[in-house]
């Protein structure tokens, strides 16, 4: 049952986490510097909420949603026929065998050592979601980051406002204002890196484990005397419509995944060599 994925202890740290976060933003710092029956406090509390609640529906969208998994079915196209339009075509990019599946992959799918099986346009297996990042969840995931980097940069707008605003006496103890603001000024800056590294992959139709097969694949393109292009990155706004969608207005929601396939093929960059 996949509600059985939530019984992980990472998973209630990051519940454990998100409750004090959203604890002392609204509950001790808002209401201590302008009060939640104030309109400005309302408004405040609302806006965080918000993004609090997104943060929660993406995590848990990409808790329970399965990555992707290889038809048992699945045998690579000898004969595709490369159709192509003015920017790409589909050309035939090598299946390769997995060596513990024993059975064909398709591109860009890679063996998972904790799940046990190849998932589909594979980033990366996630502790804190208990769960790989792939194929049907890699939007959910970058939801995530996306809600939870804004939420974590407007606690901490918050909580360094009050901090300079309301002069607070703790007795001779490391006030609790410098605390958290330090704390939410580090979540922040993790938080906004992973997210600007995912804009990266993301622009560039790379995954986190293309990244790191690209660099040595560049190191010996070089060596070779040729230069290096990951193939699947077209361009930046088709790059990023592949990911979230062709509408604009769906780009916020982590379930708006019509757009996606099979996530056995995919566009690649035409080949003039």
């Known amino acids: 049952?996949?509600?059985?994925?939530?019984?992980?202890?990472?998973?209630?740290?990051?519940?454990?986490?998100?409750?004090?976060?959203?604890?002392?933003?609204?509950?001790?710092?808002?209401?201590?510097?302008?009060?939640?029956?104030?309109?400005?406090?309302?408004?405040?509390?609302?806006?965080?909420?918000?993004?609090?609640?997104?943060?929660?529906?993406?995590?848990?969208?990409?808790?329970?949603?399965?990555?992707?998994?290889?038809?048992?079915?699945?045998?690579?196209?000898?004969?595709?026929?490369?159709?192509s339009d003015e920017?790409?075509?589909?050309?035939?990019?090598?299946?390769?065998?997995?060596?513990?599946?024993?059975?064909?992959?398709?591109?860009?799918?890679?063996?998972?050592?904790?799940?046990?099986?190849?998932?589909?346009?594979?980033?990366?297996?996630?502790?804190?979601?208990?769960?790989?990042?792939?194929?049907?969840?890699?939007?959910?995931?970058?939801?995530?980051?996306?809600?939870?980097?804004?939420?974590?940069?407007?606690?901490?707008i918050i909580v360094i406002t009050c901090t300079f605003q309301k002069d607070w006496d703790f007795n001779g103890h490391i006030p609790l204002k410098v605390t958290c603001g330090v704390m939410m000024s580090a979540l922040s800056l993790t938080l906004g890196t992973l997210f600007g590294w995912h804009i990266y992959l993301i622009i560039h139709n790379m995954t986190t484990i293309e990244y790191y097969e690209g660099i040595r694949a560049a190191w010996m393109a070089k060596k070779s005397g040729h230069n290096y292009r990951h193939q699947f990155d077209l361009n930046a706004y088709k790059n990023i419509t592949l990911v979230l969608g062709p509408n604009m207005l769906k780009w916020w929601c982590p379930t708006a995944v019509s757009h996606l396939k099979d996530g056995l093929t995919f566009p690649v960059i035409r080949d003039n060599s």
């Open 1 to 83: 049952m996949k509600l059985k994925r939530f019984l992980s202890i990472p998973i209630l740290g990051v519940f454990l986490l998100l409750g004090f976060v959203y604890h002392i933003t609204i509950f001790i710092f808002i209401e201590d510097w302008i009060g939640l029956q104030s309109s400005s406090g309302s408004l405040n509390a609302l806006i965080f909420t918000f993004l609090t609640a997104f943060s929660i529906f993406s995590f848990s969208v990409c808790v329970l949603t399965d990555p992707g998994q290889v038809p048992p079915s699945y045998a690579p196209d000898v004969e595709q026929s490369g159709i």
């Open 87 to 156: 920017e790409t075509k589909r050309k035939s990019v090598p299946s390769k065998i997995c060596d513990r599946c024993a059975t064909y992959k398709p591109p860009r799918a890679h063996h998972c050592r904790v799940c046990r099986r190849c998932v589909l346009r594979m980033d990366h297996h996630c502790l804190w979601v208990n769960n790989c990042v792939g194929y049907w969840n890699y939007k959910a995931f970058f939801m995530l980051i996306f809600y939870a980097t804004i939420g974590s940069i407007y606690s901490t």
